[in-house]
């Protein structure tokens, strides 16, 4: 009788588990529906390594004991106790959250690792899924790519991986070696905390910029993954929150405006002496500005978003903002033709 | 596509452990919970039913009730002690308490105590069956926007409410839309509001932290036609495309890298010197001419020639309004004073 692999499979896990103490390599291979079809010795150590090491991935590690008496030959058995899910009493409602979860990762190895665990847990007796506790709500990552599967079984076995990486300051190409600690995405980006060995210290890594397939290599238990904050290590945490003070003209900048404050009028004497004169060159008058106060944390970010509203907005304070924004906007207006600017407006 | 060996065994063994709580169930509902099809199922049933553990005596085989069978309802008699769900897997844990933890985070969830208290126990539950292993992945989302807008936007959702809102645009136009509400999405660092749009009649995608002010009307929702659930993800390539639009080609120093990694683009091209050029759609143009600004002090070149006028154009007269106003024309330069002669038209 042939087997497919999953029924063989199948009845290698019913006989591991109720097997009285230990199957030895070759009883399985005379008794285990599935692995007489191996036509040679080669061939059977070969599908029997495959089924094990499929299992343990499965989450269903075969243990090997020793039988005891007079040879040296190894027994497998599977502990049920090994593999079990506690239990997990899980609503309607709690399901339809893990099921929307489910849709979260937009890559194939993360959904396949979804999609198992959904089946332990439905298989586990949870009720139906209920959607409404969240409908119409629909989270979802960008896809993280190839290098997440290594990576996280770096992570879990402790091991040094390498790769080749492009860094963003010269564009240069560089191999790597690292001692992998933890992934993260923020603001739509995918970053690698790890120690570099090559450096000596702690790295963040964009896994974008990743250029090669992630290699794990070295042992297990290499390293020691030290507790730390992911905002911290991205330098997410640093900064406190500033205030710019932003002149913006009526009815623009809105996405700025939602997060920034009116500077009440008693204040706004100070500063609109400093707002482009009414006769002065350029179109407008005092009073055709609104004063806001803008709270910001990173500075480049906040210079970046002022030079992209151009002329609709005038920033006032602080100087390092002003500054920055001075600096992109001299770029910007340097791209042009030599002389076209000027004429194209006229 | 032939289904893996390793998602079938689970499945196999899930029915098993299944079936031993829940007693007999319709080969319907089987196929649902387990997400195949009933003639999946009754392939699976066969499966089992022959096997078991090593001599294959009908005593040693896994057993179902053939009556029951005949009548479409699967009934297991006998599960061979293979009555214990799996556990989860690192990997699996992994992914679906990332998923949780950055669904918690999102702001559509925290404005909403009732899914707020889901989800959080849907995790509790989660990480007291896995153990603490998820660390290794941490994800965080958009914060989403607005709390008010957020909270009026779920409970229409909820409800089935149109709702009316004041929407500012990439290129920094406000208008105030009727919309009917399809579903909040999180995608990355931001938070979507996917719509049918009474203005534009068609559907439309908000960002939700540009949705300046949202009210909620007790008119109902109407079925629109294309509003349906199947587009649950973002098509940005849509968004940005436009097969008729005009091409650009922007040349970047090495820092600007995250522009091709983020902005759907035609193609880059990676330059020997580290440097990179990308071709892109204008689709945009208000939005590329703010973001090339923004990104100036690292763009080597545009092309063609009357985008880098528009772009420069544009930060002239912002550079105008600098050197025209009390601050003096520290840092300006030049170019400012030449672009503030002749500025003032727009």
Redesign the interface.
């Given at each position: 009788m042939t087997l497919n692999p999953a029924e063989r499979l199948l009845n290698l896990v019913i006989a591991l588990v109720n097997t009285n103490a230990a199957m030895t390599k070759q009883q399985v291979r005379t008794a285990v529906a599935g692995y007489s079809d191996a036509p040679t010795d080669e061939a059977f150590e070969r599908m029997f390594e495959r089924d094990k090491d499929m299992l343990r991935a499965l989450g269903i590690p075969v243990v090997t004991v020793g039988t005891g008496g007079h040879t040296d030959e190894l027994g497998y058995r599977i502990d049920q106790d090994a593999y079990a899910l506690p239990s997990i009493d899980l609503t309607p409602a709690e399901l339809g959250v893990l099921s929307l979860a489910a849709q979260f990762w937009q890559d194939k190895t993360l959904q396949t690792d979804i999609n198992r665990a959904m089946v332990k847990l439905r298989a586990a007796g949870a009720g139906d899924p209920s959607a409404d506790a969240l409908a119409g709500l629909a989270p979802s990552v960008r896809a993280v790519g190839d290098a997440y599967g290594p990576l996280i079984e770096a992570i879990e076995a402790r091991r040094v991986v390498t790769f080749s990486y492009r860094a963003a300051y010269n564009g240069t190409v560089l191999t790597r070696h690292v001692e992998p600690w933890r992934i993260a995405a923020r603001d739509g980006g995918w970053y690698l905390m790890c120690f570099d060995r090559d450096r000596q210290a702690p790295r963040v890594f964009r896994m974008s910029r990743i250029e090669s397939r992630v290699r794990v290599t070295g042992p297990a238990g290499a390293y020691e993954i030290p507790d730390f904050d992911t905002d911290v290590m991205l330098g997410k945490a640093h900064g406190e929150v500033r205030a710019a003070v932003v002149a913006v003209r009526p009815e623009r900048a809105g996405a700025l405006r939602a997060r920034a404050k009116a500077v009440p009028d008693s204040e706004r004497e100070v500063y609109s002496e400093r707002l482009p004169d009414p006769g002065g060159a350029t179109a407008g008058d005092r009073a055709g500005w609104d004063i806001l106060e803008v709270p910001y944390r990173s500075l480049s970010g906040m210079a970046s978003e002022a030079a992209g509203y151009g002329a609709a907005l005038v920033v006032l304070e602080p100087e390092a903002v002003r500054t920055e924004t001075l600096r992109r906007l001299t770029a910007a207006a340097a791209l042009g033709r030599p002389g076209v600017a000027e004429v194209s407006c006229g | 596509m032939a289904?893996r060996?390793?998602?079938?065994?689970?499945?196999?063994?899930?029915?098993v452990?299944?079936l031993d709580?829940?007693g007999p169930v319709p080969l319907e509902d089987l196929a649902a919970?387990?997400?195949t099809t009933p003639a999946q199922i009754q392939k699976d049933v066969d499966?089992?039913w022959?096997?078991?553990?090593?001599?294959?005596w009908p005593d040693d085989l896994?057993d179902f009730d053939a009556a029951s069978i005949d009548r479409g309802v699967v009934h297991l008699t006998e599960a061979?002690?293979?009555t214990?769900?799996?556990?989860?897997?690192?990997?699996?844990?992994?992914?679906?308490v990332a998923?949780?933890r950055?669904?918690r985070a999102?702001g559509?969830?925290q404005a909403d105590p009732?899914?707020s208290a889901?989800?959080e126990?849907?995790l509790r539950?989660?990480t007291?069956?896995t153990g603490e292993?998820a660390?290794?992945?941490?994800?965080?989302?958009a914060p989403g926007g607005?709390r008010q807008v957020v909270a009026a936007i779920?409970s229409a959702?909820?409800a089935g409410h149109r709702l009316r809102i004041r929407y500012?645009t990439s290129s920094?136009v406000?208008s105030e839309r009727e919309v009917d509400?399809?579903?909040?999405?999180?995608?990355?660092?931001y938070a979507y509001l996917a719509a049918w749009c009474y203005r534009a009649t068609a559907p439309r995608t908000f960002r939700v932290?540009?949705i300046?002010e949202a009210t909620e009307t007790d008119v109902p929702v109407q079925a629109h036609p294309g509003v349906g659930e199947r587009s649950?993800?973002i098509d940005f390539a849509a968004l940005f495309a436009g097969g008729s639009s005009p091409l650009a080609t922007i040349r970047f120093a090495?820092?600007a890298?995250?522009f091709a990694?983020?902005v759907p683009v035609e193609s880059v091209r990676?330059l020997p010197?580290?440097?990179?050029e990308v071709t892109l759609r204008v689709t945009n143009p208000g939005w590329l001419?703010?973001?090339?600004?923004?990104?100036?002090?690292y763009?080597r070149?545009?092309a063609p020639?009357a985008l880098?006028?528009?772009?420069?154009?544009?930060?002239?007269?912002?550079?105008?309004?600098?050197a025209?106003?009390?601050?003096g024309g520290a840092?300006?330069?030049s170019?400012?004073g030449?672009?503030?002669?002749?500025?003032?038209?727009?």
């Open positions: - | 289904e060996a390793d998602d079938r065994l689970l499945r196999l063994l899930g029915i452990a299944y709580g829940a919970r387990f997400g499966a089992l022959v096997s078991g553990t090593p001599g294959y896994i061979r002690g293979m214990r769900p799996l556990r989860l897997g690192t990997r699996e844990a992994v992914a679906l998923a949780l950055a669904m999102t559509a969830v009732a899914r889901v989800v126990s849907a539950k989660l007291d069956a292993a660390s290794a992945v941490d994800v965080r989302l607005d779920t959702l909820t500012v920094d406000v509400p399809v579903r909040l999405h999180t995608q990355d660092e932290d540009r300046l649950a993800e090495p820092r890298r995250w990694e983020e990676n010197d580290g440097d990179f001419r703010s973001t090339l600004i923004q990104l100036a002090p763009v070149s545009v020639a880098a006028d528009d772009v420069a154009g544009a930060a002239a007269e912002a550079l105008a309004l600098y025209t106003g009390g601050f840092g300006t330069g170019v400012a030449d672009a503030a002669t002749s500025a003032n038209q727009h």
